[in-house]
């Protein structure tokens, strides 16, 4: 027979005193490593019109630069949360990076374009360990304290997502401006070496892994196939979504194929990278994904579309609409914060789909001749929901998900995101065709009215949100 498994119940009632609990010192590192995917998110695109010069290619070929991020984000995030859940946080939050140094390096000596996708696709990868792991770490001291992570601690984690995203452009105009190109690609080096010395003087060593009754450990499994079938699956999905206007209907055929054997494979494997069952009967975290993705596909419309908008069509410069947006970013970096000083979940997301169903529909009447403090009015009526959804979903993935699984769950709730991400820069270009106009930009607030009324029901018709009130 099997030895039983002996738990670690005793580890789990030590007194506090004994470990730096939710301060500063375990906070710093999550912080400073958790802010490196969002940054470089928005960085790039102060710089793709410097890159295309520096290699004689386009718009087209730049923007590869941003969509393999988003790809390998997505599907990294999950995994890398697998991993951390299995292997220990701190390993894995080290490991990622080590990674983004590597990355940076080779992007800021990039010989040629495709070593700098290269760059990309490392530094995708790197960045996407931090905030699952960040979640897994936060988790073991919640066991370890004997009491749930404070909402405060975990929008900390959300305004260091919003607020690196939100200064991304102006830093990556500064350094392009200043230092070349090149420099954006660098930046991440001293900041991931610092990440890294505050995470090995400050992060502590990962819990020792369940023995059994003989003092031997569980054979690990990190389920290879399960992971190679999710990672396919949702590449060929992301190649699907990356172009709407003409869309690859074939594409779908291989996507149902993989999904159906993914399944097939995780429910019949003893230890599933992704625990199917688990999921299936776990409807408000199912829906947490469902609200977080269709949240960030909104979001992200504006970010992109409405500021592609107001440079095109209106002729504003980019420094000036990034000032435009500047009460977007504050809106966001405040309501987080706000956001983290109830217990309540359905409150702050009602509000933040009210006012993403407001903020579509004054989109929809914008024009040429429309006063700057209805385009300001706008961009805040957006800028809030981001922070108010980021947090609170946040919070909510952290109640709902099994807490032996929270890596992988948080890793889960950044793919919903950008898979939002990658629909919502296809649904812009459907819109525009080849240059963003006042139809176009009706057109992309019709879809978003409607998304957004989704959303409401959505959210007001979850009773595991009631629940929470």
């Not at 897994?136 to 305004?159: C, I, K, M, N, Q």
């Not at 992109?304 to 609409?321: C, D, M, N, P, V």
């Not at 706008?378 to 947090?391: R, V």
């Not at 409607?450 to 018709?461: D, E, N, P, R, S």
Request: glycine letters at 10%; aromatic letters at 6%.
């Amino acid at each position: 027979m099997t030895p039983a498994v002996r738990t670690e119940g005793a580890r789990l009632a030590e007194p506090a005193e004994q470990g730096p609990g939710f301060g500063a010192r375990l906070t710093a590192p999550l912080l400073m490593g958790s802010l490196l995917n969002p940054l470089n998110t928005t960085m790039i695109s102060t710089a793709l019109v410097a890159i295309g010069h520096s290699f004689g290619i386009g718009a087209a070929d730049t923007a590869w630069l941003i969509s393999v991020l988003y790809l390998a984000s997505a599907v990294a995030q999950p995994v890398l949360g697998k991993l951390a859940d299995s292997l220990g946080p701190r390993r894995v939050f080290l490991a990622g990076l080590v990674v983004v140094i590597a990355s940076g390096l080779v992007g800021a000596l990039a010989p040629g374009f495709g070593t700098l996708l290269l760059s990309r696709l490392l530094l995708g990868i790197g960045t996407s360990a931090a905030y699952p792991a960040a979640m897994a770490v936060l988790r073991d001291e919640s066991r370890r304290l004997g009491r749930p992570t404070p909402r405060p601690v975990l929008a900390r984690l959300s305004f260091a997502g919003l607020g690196s995203a939100a200064v991304g452009p102006a830093l990556g105009g500064l350094l392009v401006s200043v230092l070349g190109w090149r420099a954006i690609f660098a930046v991440n080096v001293p900041i991931a070496l610092l990440a890294l010395a505050a995470a090995l003087l400050w992060i502590p060593a990962d819990p020792p892994r369940e023995r059994f009754a003989d003092g031997s450990t569980p054979k690990l499994s990190l389920d290879p196939p399960g992971i190679a079938l999710f990672t396919t699956a949702l590449t060929v999905l992301a190649f699907f979504l990356l172009d709407l206007g003409d869309p690859q209907w074939w594409l779908l055929a291989p996507f149902a194929v993989l999904t159906a054997v993914l399944v097939r494979w995780q429910l019949r494997t003893p230890r599933p990278f992704m625990d199917i069952r688990m999921l299936a009967g776990n409807g408000p975290l199912l829906r947490t994904y469902a609200r977080h993705g269709l949240g960030y596909l909104l979001i992200y419309c504006v970010m992109y579309g409405f500021t592609q908008w107001l440079e095109e069509a209106r002729g504003f410069s980019s420094g000036h609409t990034g000032l435009l947006m500047l009460p977007m970013s504050v809106t966001a970096l405040v309501c987080s914060l706000l956001g983290a000083r109830t217990k309540s979940l359905r409150a702050p997301l009602t509000v933040a789909c009210l006012l993403l169903t407001a903020g579509a529909g004054i989109l929809v009447f914008l024009s040429g001749d429309t006063p700057l403090a209805v385009l300001l009015l706008a961009g805040a009526c957006f800028g809030a929901p981001q922070g108010l959804i980021g947090t609170s979903n946040q919070a909510a993935v952290q109640a709902y998900a099994p807490p032996e699984n929270i890596g992988a769950a948080a890793g889960l709730q950044r793919t919903a995101q950008y898979i939002g991400a990658i629909t919502a820069s296809s649904l812009i270009a459907l819109a525009y065709a080849d240059a963003a106009s006042d139809a176009g930009l009706h057109l992309m607030a019709a879809v978003s009215v409607v998304l957004a009324v989704l959303l409401t029901v959505l959210t007001l018709t979850d009773r595991a949100l009631r629940a929470r009130t």
